[in-house]
């Protein structure tokens, strides 16, 4: 996983919008909108929200039809018939490290047989950062589950605070599958994936129904191996955040988090005897890792990757899918990107690797797919707290001046001649967002404003409305920073496009990088263009290379210092001496621009 994204709509200047679904048949980002791909059009259907976090959901397997969602914090929380129940289902946030990113209460399993034993197994981050596998049981009526009855399974410890894993899930076999990262820090500086002797980088397979608290298969491909642990099913893994089982088939199939240039998917055919090498960390996907050649003997390559283009950064492995709602995906592997909320549905291409096709650009922050007992498929989206149901939908029909609507036996109606009209505009209502520093506010792709440090001693920040054809339409540009007691507003702006108005003001040793910034934008009448400019010669806070360009090697080294507590580091670009994922909602702000490096940050 990476970092939040910001949710808020396009900010709408004098206009209409007709539909509440947009398609993104010009390049256009639709946010939280459908895609029609091939006459499939993929929706996402709201579910569930309010949510702490969530990252991840699954069902009973009991026939019950409730499903379970987890939140990072340390809650499993309960949705019946579609209803999020206010009662958690169990509460282990005392026992929950979550403080950092990729810590927390990160996997859940229900035992094959819970309908008659009510036993769940969680995987969670503890206070010290450590991994742990635990059982618990449900109450006889299966709507909570009693944190007294934990059963710790397993133990590992960890490292660094990233690369923890967390998944969980029973196999056809009924063995329990374990996901764990390669412990964290950057590169595997370990070699912990390679390693026979440590469960890091690894897949493991337990048996936890013959043995107390659980035994390794004797099928189990490195069982009485010299140096190797015996609970290990698969090997060469950086991250395998999310893996599924095919319902139908059995084929394990593997999202693996790539370092900084490649996200992959595995697959392990069912009936394998285990033992597969994924490669980390000689190889990123398809590539050797930091060399230009390696030894790949012994290998078994991803089905597919995808590269960190156009914001990529993370990918989040889903299922193949086999529900009943989108017959044209029956038989496609879905999965998305956790930065970019993009999703995609893949098939096999012929020989070993699959063919991807994109469904979807949303604009939520994809921490895990997740399926009911029927095989239907959601999502959990980490920042805004909601769960979203994936759906198909007929095309989208969007009004426009010459539209005609027709239905069958039914004369078409004709257009609507619009009537003149000298009425005074009505503004639009008042655009309100929190803005930190170097973060840009936009519409329709283009910047309005970016709030930049100009040196040491002072602030400035930068606005530039739309160019807007209505006549007599005029902005009101209102700026407001606040930082402990001090306030300081501005609000001037021109009488003609393209409406610029610029703040300055002297920082305060409590106005720090990290301050907020208020900007409200109330435009009158219009169209608004989708060219509005950019704010003059801004400093490129994400530059961390100092290359006078925001690019994919700068994403690079953020993903390198990731976890790092380092106030010195380059890639700390908020100065709040950790490397997180609020460095990188800055780096993705600032993306693609070029001009002067904020190199005396």
């Not at 995987?123 to 589950?145: K, M, S, W």
């Not at 959601?378 to 969007?398: C, E, F, K």
């Not at 209102?478 to 702006?493: F, R």
Request: charged residues 10%; contains cysteine; hydrophobic residues 35%.
């Amino acid at each position: 996983m990476s970092s939040s994204k910001v949710l808020g709509a396009s900010i709408a200047v004098g206009v209409l919008l007709i539909v509440a679904h947009l398609t993104l048949g010009s390049g256009s980002r639709a946010l939280g909108s459908s895609l029609e791909q091939g006459g499939f059009t993929l929706t996402l259907v709201p579910f569930v929200s309010g949510l702490n976090q969530p990252l991840f959901l699954t069902h009973g397997g009991d026939g019950s039809n409730r499903l379970y969602v987890i939140e990072k914090p340390g809650r499993i929380r309960l949705v019946v018939g579609g209803a999020l129940q206010p009662t958690p289902f169990l509460d282990i946030t005392s026992l929950v490290g979550s403080s950092g990113s990729e810590q927390g209460l990160l996997g859940l399993a229900f035992h094959p047989s819970y309908a008659t034993n009510g036993y769940l197994y969680v995987n969670y981050t503890d206070t010290n950062g450590n991994t742990v596998v635990a059982r618990y049981t449900a109450a006889a009526n299966r709507t909570t589950a009693d944190p007294s009855t934990a059963r710790v399974i397993l133990q590992v410890t960890q490292p660094f605070a990233n690369h923890n894993g967390g998944m969980l899930a029973f196999g056809p076999d009924h063995y329990l599958y374990i996901g764990l990262g390669d412990g964290g820090s950057g590169g595997d500086p370990n070699n912990n994936g390679q390693s026979g002797g440590t469960l890091l980088g690894k897949i493991l397979r337990l048996d936890i129904d013959s043995a107390a608290p659980y035994a390794s298969p004797p099928s189990n491909p490195f069982v009485g191996v010299a140096g190797w642990r015996p609970e290990i099913w698969a090997l060469g893994l950086r991250n395998p955040w999310r893996f599924s089982f095919d319902r139908t088939t059995g084929d394990l199939y593997i999202g693996d988090v790539g370092q900084g240039t490649y996200e992959e998917v595995d697959r392990q055919p069912a009936g394998s005897p285990g033992g597969q090498n994924y490669g980390w960390r000689i190889m990123e996907g398809f590539h050797c890792y930091n060399a230009t050649t390696c030894n790949q003997s012994g290998l078994t390559l991803p089905i597919l990757e995808y590269d960190h283009s156009l914001g990529n950064c993370s990918i989040t492995g889903g299922y193949l899918y086999r529900g009943a709602a989108m017959p044209s995906l029956v038989g496609a592997y879905l999965y998305g990107d956790y930065c970019t909320g993009r999703i995609w549905a893949a098939r096999p291409g012929g020989g070993s690797t699959w063919t991807p096709t994109p469904l979807l650009d949303s604009p939520y922050s994809i921490s895990s797919f997740g399926e009911d007992q029927t095989g239907e498929v959601y999502l959990t989206d980490l920042s805004g707290g909601g769960v979203y149901r994936l759906a198909s939908s007929s095309p989208v029909l969007t009004a426009t001046s010459t539209a005609t609507l027709t239905s069958p036996n039914r004369t078409p109606t004709p257009p609507v001649t619009p009537t003149p009209t000298t009425a005074t505009p009505t503004p639009t209502p008042p655009v309100t967002t929190a803005l930190r520093l170097g973060q840009a506010i936009r519409t329709s792709g283009s910047v309005l404003g970016q709030w930049i440090k100009t040196g040491s001693g002072t602030y400035t920040f930068t606005a530039t409305g739309p160019t807007n054809t209505q006549p007599n339409s005029s902005p009101s540009i209102t700026l407001t920073t606040t930082a402990g007691t001090e306030t300081g507003p501005c609000a001037a702006v021109g009488a003609s496009p393209p409406f610029t108005t610029t703040c300055t003001g002297t920082t305060r040793g409590d106005l720090s990088l990290s301050a907020q910034v208020t900007v409200t934008f109330s435009l009158v009448g219009g169209g608004a263009s989708s060219s509005a400019g950019s704010p003059t010669a801004p400093i490129l806070l994400a530059d961390i290379n100092v290359d006078n360009i925001v690019d994919v090697r700068d994403y690079a080294l953020w993903r390198q210092a990731f976890g790092q507590m380092n106030c010195g580091n380059g890639a700390d670009l908020t100065l709040d001496c950790l490397v997180d994922v609020r460095d990188y909602a800055l780096w993705r702000q600032w993306f693609g621009n070029t001009g002067p490096s904020a190199s005396s940050r």
